[in-house]
């Protein structure tokens, strides 16, 4: 089995966050790197929108940061956002 890969984002104050490349965060923060809105990111996934929503709340916080966009900024550095919609 493979080892689990890991994704560091640059967070604020030279501090890193590091997401399980497996976790369900890390999908959603890579589809909102795409652009997609909560109903789509909660169709593709198979979610409800209110655990969308709950997500990305904490995505907001460990990212430190107070938007959606600030995140999508903060996705793009790290490279997400980049595969095909």
Request: hydrophobic share 45%.
């Amino acid at each position: 089995m493979a080892k689990a890969q890991l994704l560091v984002l640059p967070a604020a104050r030279n501090t890193v966050m590091v997401v399980d490349d497996q976790s369900t965060g890390r999908a959603i923060l890579e589809q909102v790197a795409q652009g997609r809105d909560n109903a789509q990111i909660a169709a593709r996934l198979e979610l409800s929108e209110k655990t969308i929503r709950n997500y990305l709340v904490a995505i907001l916080d460990k990212l430190e940061v107070e938007t959606r966009a600030q995140a999508i900024v903060r996705a793009r550095d790290a490279g997400l956002g980049r595969a095909s919609p």
